[in-house]
């Protein structure tokens, strides 16, 4: 059964860091394109960074300078190093695994898990 598992949330300042990973089962995690997407209370949900169908790192960019997404294929992990945070990255964050695609995003076609909770204080 496919299973994704998120972990390494928490709560820090404002320009702290943090590394999120997720635990891919059931599915082999290179089969799919990888990313991570968040969604904040009374928001629409955002896709954050993913692997497109090229390879290629796709990010908004908000996060682009700060953020950093990457996959060991053989562990079945996928992390996200998440540096000078901001009061504005609060959010839940959910590792994706979709079908790729020529642009990475989150969609009814992929999965994700339960999510890790950013809060980033000012």
């Known amino acids: 059964q496919i299973r994704l598992v998120e972990s390494g949330g928490g709560s820090v300042q404002a320009g702290g860091s943090l590394r999120l990973s997720c635990r891919a089962s059931g599915f082999t995690m290179s089969s799919r394109c990888m990313g991570w997407f968040r969604q904040a209370p009374g928001k629409v949900r955002e896709g954050v960074a993913g692997f497109d169908s090229r390879g290629r790192v796709n990010a908004i960019p908000s996060v682009k300078d700060r953020f950093t997404i990457s996959k060991d294929n053989a562990k079945n992990t996928l992390s996200l190093q998440m540096n000078n945070l901001k009061p504005e990255d609060t959010a839940m964050y959910y590792c994706?695994?979709?079908?790729?695609?020529?642009?990475?995003?989150?969609?009814?076609?992929?999965?994700w898990g339960q999510g890790t909770q950013v809060t980033v204080s000012s």
């Open positions: 994706s695994a979709e079908p790729c695609r020529v642009n990475w995003y989150p969609s009814i076609s992929g999965y």
